[in-house]
């Protein structure tokens, strides 16, 4: 039973990362109707947005290193600990959290500078053409980071205070099931970072607008209403939104540059189950992919079904296109 | 009359049959002489010979293939005499005089793998046919330096393997022109496993995480052995797509598992992101059969563990060799190598230093360049001074052996770069192994 709980919680928190980028996703394309292959790579963007940050606040002063003798070696001290002692300890430890603030501002004006520099003339191309430049962007930008921070991962610690875990079955009278604090906080976060953004799109002027575009594009034109202005805006929340989710995952998984891709592929099948263009489907769709793949990995059922857990998310989208083509909240 | 007629007036049944012969040994002939002049693949004609250096330069492996090219480069400086000789000092026996190889300056190309064999094949065929490479180096992949050795065999050029730990490395894939200085799978298990049963108990409930992919497979296998042999038993042993990234879904099974230690047969990235993980889980604070729970990566290296940082405190595995030894071979090799680039080297880089210092020994042991005299050379050639104490090169499996480091990542490291400390030296006879039980055959040479 234990395992079981373990496992869906396990799949709610990968879900969560799943769906802020299908999110993402989901929403350029109902609203721009391009298909964003580069989508990943402002995943990988936001989780370096943390490096940076990281890479920032430990600007270190080169010390002689005594305890080696063989060649001239140095030790580096970050200033900020040399400067403010324990206060700068603390700053250092609070890299992650420093870094969502930091994110917003630079994921938007990326997401901006995407949209307005290249996206904006594939509009009226097919779908293939959008492909081929939004993955040759996506290509781009990887070999940059590459070159700036080279291959291997980054390690991005949490905060001292959440980087171990806590016992969350004792909370219900279930004592035994641990869980890692900075998963249960991306969960709880993601979860945020979606009612945020459903709630703009409900609840104000602008989102209101957005919506209507997206149902018509050509009518809310007519009405004098500068569509396009819009939706660069909403391109740059959707970059927003899944660099975000980038930031967050640092201390989840180490950052290199070939993280986005990584997530890309399984980000589109989410799109798709959920149905393409559908926000909400792409919501529901990542949790569920999520908790499918968590729970597939069990060792009782990877004995029955070997190999299940790396093929259980294309199954379960080669079903539902086959019996709902146009995914699980997909409209006709 | 024609020109025939005049040449064989006589035409004989017996006189067409002489006629045919002489005809066919003429024909044969340019053959057999072209194989006298060019008795083996690219025979330096000038005063330089050229080494290939294969490491990945991109890909996931690219900063442990930058710091492989480093050492490569550093290694053709002493050969050539430039520097302060580095190894070439305390190398023993010796027959190098830092004058290049029998008296042709070395230079080199390199290719990049990639991580991946077809395109390694590639670049190391380019580097053969169109560079005129007479040996080939470089790895950081199993699966690249089996496809390369095969390739080097068919080609007819020697490959000394660098960062590769598989057993069928110099097991059922050996090969004739093929060697392979670093140690396996197999003596990371015998090497580990007493060190494991002294620390942590005979009794213990094992659980292991393992690359799906050859290194993974004969790395868990090797451990499996060596644990079970001693008392240990496996719970599971669960294979994990290479790359996986977010192994967090493998690690939750472990926590109710009933296991009480568990073995990560991962390197790399994976290595990194799973370990990083697995104690985020809690999984070193867990208290399970009335024992603490421990974590077990088997083979580390120091690149490995600046990715894992704190995660790697006080976690036990072997290495070929950390710079911190005190032999004067290691000496010599991290004081050339940190004056040269500021850091001290990585175990690839030693591995792939070594590997070029000892080809070039063999040539001139050999007196040629010719793969069959070099292979001869290298074959049961013992050595000393090279960073792992005495080491031999056994003729029939083209293995290296030598001592074996079991490591602990280091509770208070003094410095970005020690981050390891060596917790036993395991003698070269407690891996030693029967060449037989790995099968695979070496073949020919220049066959």
């Known amino acids: 039973m234990e395992a079981i709980l373990l496992q869906i919680l396990n799949g709610l928190d990968k879900g969560g990362a799943y769906a802020l980028i299908a999110l993402g996703l989901s929403l350029v394309f109902g609203t721009l109707g391009v298909v964003n292959f580069a989508h990943g790579a402002l995943f990988m963007l936001g989780a370096f947005v943390a490096v940076s940050v990281q890479e920032l606040l430990t600007i270190s002063m080169r010390v002689k290193d005594p305890s080696i003798t063989f060649f001239d070696a140095y030790k580096e001290v970050p200033y900020l600990e040399v400067w403010w002692g324990d206060i700068g300890r603390a700053i250092i430890d609070y890299s992650v959290p420093i870094s969502i603030v930091a994110a917003i501002p630079v994921m938007l004006l990326i997401g901006l500078a995407m949209e307005r520099g290249l996206i904006r003339y594939f509009y009226k191309r097919d779908h293939a053409d959008q492909i081929l430049v939004t993955f040759g962007l996506a290509i781009v930008l990887q070999e940059i980071v590459k070159s700036f921070y080279g291959a291997n991962p980054i390690p991005v610690a949490a905060p001292e205070a959440v980087a171990t875990s806590v016992d969350v079955g004792a909370v219900f009278g279930m004592p035994g099931i641990v869980y890692p604090w900075w998963r249960l906080i991306y969960l709880l976060f993601s979860v945020v970072v979606i009612g945020l953004v459903f709630a703009f799109l409900q609840f104000t002027t602008f989102g209101m607008v957005v919506r209507a575009g997206m149902h018509d594009r050509e009518m809310v034109s007519l009405l004098g209403i500068n569509i396009e202005r819009r939706f660069t805006i909403v391109f740059g929340i959707a970059a927003v939104v899944a660099g975000l989710a980038g930031t967050m995952y640092t201390p989840i998984l180490s950052p290199d540059y070939h993280m986005g891709m990584d997530f890309l592929v399984l980000s589109f099948v989410v799109v798709v189950v959920g149905g393409m263009g559908s926000l909400p489907g792409a919501v529901a769709a990542g949790f569920l992919l999520g908790i499918l793949q968590s729970f597939f990995s069990m060792n009782e059922i990877k004995s029955i079904l070997p190999g299940i857990d790396q093929i259980i998310i294309y199954l379960v989208a080669v079903i539902i296109l086959l019996v709902r083509p146009r995914g699980l909240m997909g409209k006709d | ?447």
Request: charged share 20%.
């Open chain 2, 1 to 447: 009359m024609s020109d025939d007629d005049k040449k064989f007036p006589n035409l004989s049944r017996r006189g067409f049959l002489k006629a045919s012969i002489a005809t066919a040994a003429v024909t044969a002939a340019p053959t057999i002489l072209i194989r006298n002049a060019h008795a083996f693949v690219n025979e330096p004609k000038g005063a330089t010979v050229t080494l290939g250096f294969n490491v990945p330069q991109t890909g996931a492996y690219a900063d442990e293939g930058a710091d492989e090219l480093r050492a490569f480069k550093l290694a053709v400086k002493h050969l050539n005499g430039e520097g302060d000789g580095g190894m070439l000092n305390t190398m023993k026996p010796s027959s190098l005089k830092g004058n290049g190889i029998l008296g042709k300056k070395v230079t080199y190309v390199t290719g990049d793998t990639q991580t991946k064999s077809d395109a390694a094949r590639a670049s190391a065929k380019r580097m053969i046919e169109k560079d005129g490479a007479l040996m080939i180096s470089g790895g950081s992949s199993s699966g690249v330096a089996i496809a390369v050795q095969s390739l080097c065999q068919e080609a007819g050029v020697i490959f000394m393997a660098g960062l590769t730990h598989s057993n069928d490395t110099t097991g059922k894939d050996k090969r004739k022109h093929g060697f392979r200085h670093f140690f396996n799978a197999y003596m990371s298990g015998q090497a580990l496993a007493p060190v494991l049963a002294e620390e942590y108990g005979r009794d213990r409930k094992a659980y292991h995480l393992t690359a799906d992919y050859t290194w993974g497979w004969t790395q868990e296998e090797s451990i499996k052995n060596a644990t079970e042999a001693l008392g240990w038993k496996t719970v599971a042993a669960v294979r994990t797509p290479l790359g996986a990234g977010d192994f967090s879904q493998y690690i939750t099974p472990v926590l109710n598992s009933g296991a009480d230690v568990l073995i990560l047969n991962h390197y790399g990235k994976d290595m990194v992101n799973s370990l990083t993980q697995a104690v985020q889980f809690g999984l070193r604070d867990k208290m399970v059969n009335g024992k603490k729970f421990e974590i077990v990566v088997p083979l580390f290296s120091r690149l490995m563990a600046q990715g894992a940082g704190d995660a790697i405190k006080g976690i036990l595995g072997t290495t070929n060799w950390h710079w911190s030894l005190s032999d004067e071979g290691s000496k010599a090799f991290v004081k050339s190598f940190g004056a040269e680039y500021g850091f001290p080297p990585s175990q690839a880089a030693q591995t792939c230093y070594v590997q070029t210092l000892l080809y070039a020994n063999a040539c001139e042991m050999a007196g040629t360049f010719n793969p069959c005299g070099v292979i001869e050379a290298l074959e049961g050639f013992k050595f000393d001074g090279m960073g792992n104490g005495p080491t031999e090169y056994r003729a029939a499996d083209h293995q290296c052996f030598k001592d074996v480091l079991v490591v602990r990542g280091k509770e208070k490291p003094s410095s970005q770069f020690d981050l390891l400390e060596v917790a036993k030296v395991v003698p070269r006879s407690q891996v030693e192994y029967d060449p037989s039980i790995f099968g695979g055959e070496l073949g020919q040479c220049n066959a």
